[in-house]
Structure formats: structure tokens, C-alpha cells
């Protein structure tokens, strides 16, 4: 399978494909990038051709694409690999509204290609074996849930809301959304948030919390935050309390580590754990060779990206927001 790369622009594009290089019978077959300076770094470290636009990558032979571009460019790419007849893996949030998002998915069925929304956290071990535990019926009926997910303040435009959509809560509320949406399988029906700038000179949202109410009765409250400093010991967290009327299930995504405690280096996180980021790719492959849609998709992530506008709406209006969503 030939898979090619639309933009470095994402940090998680370099992971994705050192995964993809390390798995069978899987080719990454060049990278698109219109910073010509970062294309062809990367594609040089890891030996790939570059192109200068996503058309000459979308010319070659292809079966399916990654986008990792600017929020904002998710829109433009995802319409022009599909109707190039490519299938799409697209980096999260899926657009920065609603409107973009819904036509990528119309335009990826209209082509007959799959359209997957890039949550790798579903694939995490811990929360993988939560959400068995929770089909299992061994915690009862959920009544709440409490979620986390902290990290530090990404540099360039992911602080340019022409480019992200939004801050913190577009990058790190929609991650909590899809897993309570999946855990459970229902929608998010009302939405009331708050956030403010806190740790950064930008005036973007940097912290807040959401507070959300599910179809089924369920209500949930969101941490999110770019608070943590460049010395913690890793990038983020990804954290739930699901209690219900049996038991309270804690969940710590990257909780397959070790701290470790040095002298010279301070405090850091050896991680041993299962890289869910593999995971992700791996099941965006089989879905293409089986013909099967990709555990999240599109609409996943269309449904996850309106939570986190509902958020914003929450703020400006000062009231909570009323989704109908699933209907």
C-alpha cells in the first residue's frame, strides 16, 4: 500500500511516519509540503521524495493520504486527495467549522473513498481495556465523567486562530469528546464552557473547562488546558474518572511508564507502552484493504470538532449551548 504525507506542518506527522515506515507491505511514497524548507528536511531525514504541492503527490500512485497541514487547510487537501480517489486519514480537529467539515465527508462518500479522523487516544491500551470493562457491565450504569487532557503551548500557528480555529479548547477538548462519545455511544446534547488566556502572551484560549451533557443522561466535565511547562515530563495527559453505579473506573492514557528521578536530568517519563499512534495507522490500513470504514471516522470527528465550537459558543454567549447532534 502506497500512502503519501500532504504537510509536516503537524507535530504528529514525523511520528506517523516513522510508524508507516516501520510497518509490511506499507510504502510512504513522498511528502507535500508548500514550506519548501520543511518539506525537504523531513523528506530528506527520512529518505522520501518531496513535492512542492499536493497536486504533484496527488498525481503520483497512491492508494491513500495523511494530512497533517494547518487546521484551517484540512478543508482544501482533504477534497482534493478525495477526488483524486484517494482514501484520507485527517489530523484532528477534522475543520474549523461545521460546513467544511460536513462537505469532506459528502465529497470522500461521493468518491467512494474513506474518510478517518485522526484520534489516536481510542487506541491507547488503558483506555482500550476501560471501555471493555465498561462493555462488560462491571461498573454499572456511567452517571459522570471527569476528564483531563494538559499540555504545553504548541509555538507557531497553532496560536494563530486564522490557521488552528481555535486554541486549547479546539485542540484538546475534542480528544475527550470522541472518547466519551465512543465509550458510551451517544451524542453530546448541550455544551456551557469557559476559558480564558492565562499562560501565554498570545490572547488565545490557554485554559478552561466544558461541562457537557449527554443523550443519555450523562454529564461530563472537560479540563483542558495549555498549562504545563517545557521541563514537565511529557507533552500532555489524557485522563478520565468514569463513575457509575457499580464502581469508579480511573483511566490515564499514558499511564504505561515509569518516572524516573535524576540528579542531572530532574524528572522524566520513561515510557514503555504501546504506541497508539501504530495502532491508529494500523487499523486505517486494514480498513482500506478490507473495504470496511475506519474505527473513527469522519463523521467522528465532525461530531467532536462541534462539541468544541459549542464550547466557544458557550463563552461568548454566556449561556449553554443546546446541540442536536445525532438527530
Known amino acids: 500500500m502506497r500512502i503519501g504525507i500532504i504537510s509536516l506542518a503537524h507535530m504528529h506527522a514525523v511520528g506517523y511516519i516513522m510508524v508507516l515506515l ?9 511528502i ?12 530528506g531525514q527520512f529518505g522520501l521524495p ?3 504541492t499536493t497536486e504533484e503527490l496527488l498525481r503520483r500512485e497512491l492508494d491513500a493520504v495523511i ?17 483524486a480517489g484517494k482514501h484520507v486519514l485527517c489530523e484532528k480537529p477534522l475543520a474549523t467549522n461545521l460546513e ?15 474518510l478517518g479522523t485522526a484520534f489516536p ?6 483506555v482500550a481495556a476501560a471501555k471493555q470493562v465498561i462493555d462488560n457491565g462491571q461498573i454499572g450504569n456511567i452517571l459522570a465523567i471527569k476528564g483531563t487532557n494538559h499540555g504545553f503551548i504548541p509555538e507557531g500557528w497553532f496560536t494563530e486562530p486564522a490557521l488552528s480555529g481555535g486554541g486549547a479548547v479546539m485542540d484538546h477538548t475534542v480528544h475527550l469528546v470522541d472518547l466519551m462519545r465512543w465509550i458510551m455511544g451517544t451524542e453530546v446534547s448541550e455544551v456551557y464552557a469557559e476559558h480564558d488566556s492565562r499562560f501565554s502572551d498570545n490572547p488565545i484560549d490557554d485554559c478552561g473547562i ?34 457509575g453505579t457499580e464502581g469508579i473506573l480511573h483511566v490515564d492514557a499514558f499511564g504505561q511508564k515509569i518516572e524516573v528521578f535524576s540528579e542531572a536530568n530532574g524528572v522524566r517519563w520513561d515510557y514503555w507502552g504501546d504506541n497508539m499512534d501504530a495502532g491508529l495507522l494500523q487499523n486505517f490500513v486494514e480498513s482500506i484493504r478490507e473495504g470496511l470504514e475506519p474505527l473513527v471516522t469522519g463523521l467522528d470527528g465532525l461530531r467532536a470538532t462541534e462539541a ?10 454566556k449561556k449553554t449551548v443546546v446541540l442536536r447532534a445525532g438527530n
Open 32 to 43: 507535500a509540503d508548500e514550506d519548501e524548507a520543511r518539506g525537504r528536511k523531513w523528506a
Open 308 to 317: 468544541a465550537l459549542a464550547a466557544y459558543r458557550s463563552f461568548e454567549q
Open 121 to 126: 487516544v481510542r487506541f491507547s491500551t488503558p
Open 100 to 114: 467544511d467539515a460536513q462537505e469532506m465527508i459528502d465529497v470522500c462518500r461521493e468518491n467512494g473513498v474513506f
Open 22 to 30: 516501520g510497518m509490511e507491505n506499507v510504502e510512504v511514497a513522498g
Open 210 to 243: 466544558a461541562t457537557l451533557e449527554f443523550q443519555n443522561g450523562v454529564f461530563a466535565t472537560i479540563d483542558f488546558s495549555w498549562s504545563r511547562t517545557k521541563i514537565y515530563p511529557v507533552w500532555g495527559d489524557v485522563t478520565m474518572e468514569i463513575i
Open 50 to 52: 518531496y513535492f512542492r
Open 67 to 83: 494530512v497533517t497541514s494547518e487546521n484551517s487547510k484540512h478543508h482544501g487537501h482533504v477534497l482534493a486527495a478525495a477526488r
